[in-house]
């Protein structure tokens, strides 16, 4: 009972740091609940339902929203290190909230019509808003042209498509869905989860990741409104440069958060273990090589944490200068590079914290009841997408050479 206590006290001191003023410090709590039985929904596949709702009531999706539009105003700092707090959470969670925060960034965070300020106003209610993209048939991956396609019936469109790793829309309120116009241009479709001709499969079958929600999306003859559609255009939504380094920093936030989630149950490992390994003369707390391991640990986590919070601090230098009407010029680029190389150097402190953790435990450690193999697993998941011998090339060629980066995509 000690031991939970004292674990329960270090959960709840690595939240704090995130709840910096009044205004953010409700979310420990919330936090703190999502995060019970976690393991638990994982290993069984219950969908995470009444998590989703705690965060709904407690606004976490408006949190990028100015405070005079209901929401909370966080900067980019704020945000992505309360997304560690949440991947440390329930990493699942904190993933189904990635392309919100994205939908949020692009049409309803400064609206520019009244159609943006009705989606701000649904985010502000709680309206969780997913995403559906991907298309295998595609000749890359996220490339275009779409297979999914808006077609005209008289002023409004009908949609049809089939949209895979929908990230999120299983729980969503609203999704957006790329797809083409009759002329031939990119646009999204922001349309309700529920209505007639939306069909969501639970259908994700991935390593880790599990409870995400990222299925299958199949869209047939969906009635879509002149205003519920955004073609893409220079300078707004998907047109603006570099507005894909927030999601990918989002993902790599999440792994900072799962490096919090390894330390904590490798000090309840060695804190907990009674029987020495064969050759160790001391006991399992007072083991050297075991403290080593966590000290390696609590490092790794530390960093990770940094590292993404140092990438935020270059996206809220993007941000102002956007709000101020000035051309941000280079800065937004030097924001895809700290994104960028971010995930270059956690991926590999993530992934090899999960597997040092089994170092700590021993064989017992590797018992499926544990669960404890989740965390590399969600790692490996999460680390995939993009994989980092690309991100590192380009990184390279850019500073070698002087390339510049993707500007738009998911690089």
């Given amino acids: 009972m000690q031991q939970m206590t004292s674990l329960q006290s270090q959960s709840e001191r690595s939240l704090s740091s995130y709840a910096e003023n009044d205004r953010l410090s409700g979310l420990k709590q919330v936090f703190l609940e999502v995060g019970q039985h976690a393991s638990l929904r994982e290993l069984e596949r219950t969908h995470p339902l009444e998590q989703l709702d705690l965060l709904r009531t407690a606004r976490f999706g408006a949190l990028r929203i100015g405070r005079e539009d209901g929401g909370q105003s966080a900067t980019f700092r704020e945000l992505l290190g309360l997304v560690i707090a949440l991947g440390d959470a329930d990493p699942n969670v904190a993933h189904i909230f990635r392309n919100h925060f994205t939908f949020v960034e692009r049409f309803a965070r400064r609206p520019c019509t009244d159609q943006e300020r009705q989606w701000q106003r649904l985010v502000v209610d709680g309206a969780v808003v997913g995403l559906a993209n991907t298309e295998l048939e595609s000749a890359t991956i996220g490339g275009a042209p779409m297979s999914t396609k808006l077609t005209r019936d008289g002023i409004a469109y009908r949609l049809n498509g089939r949209k895979y790793y929908s990230t999120g829309t299983l729980y969503a309120d609203l999704v957006q ?91 309840a490992l060695v804190s907990g273990r009674t029987r020495p390994f064969y050759y160790s003369p001391d006991k399992p707390p007072d083991d050297a090589l075991l403290q080593n391991a966590i000290g390696e640990l609590a490092s790794s986590a530390f960093a990770a944490e940094a590292i993404v919070l140092a990438a935020a601090d270059v996206l809220d230098r993007v941000d102002a200068v956007r709000a101020a009407g000035v051309d941000e010029g280079d800065l937004a680029e030097h924001a895809s590079l700290a994104a960028a190389q971010a995930k270059v150097v956690i991926d590999d402190l993530a992934l090899r914290a999960g597997s040092r953790l089994f170092d700590v435990g021993g064989a017992s450690a590797t018992q499926r009841t544990k669960n404890l193999d989740r965390h590399w697993r969600n790692v490996r998941t999460l680390a995939s997408h993009n994989p980092k011998a690309l991100k590192a090339r380009v990184i390279g060629d850019h500073l070698v050479n002087g390339i510049a980066l993707p500007r738009s995509g998911f690089f």
């Fill in 177 to 267: 869905v790329r797809a083409s116009t009759p002329d031939g241009s990119l646009a999204s479709a922001i349309i309700p989860t529920d209505r007639t001709g939306v069909e969501r499969l639970d259908d994700w079958d991935g390593t880790g990741q599990r409870l995400t929600g990222s299925g299958t999306t199949i869209l047939t003859d969906v009635r879509v409104e002149a205003d519920e559609v955004v073609i893409d255009g220079a300078g707004s939504g998907f047109g603006v440069a570099y507005s894909a380094t927030l999601p990918q920093l989002y993902l790599t936030a999440i792994e900072a958060g799962i490096l919090r989630s390894i330390l904590r149950d490798a000090i």
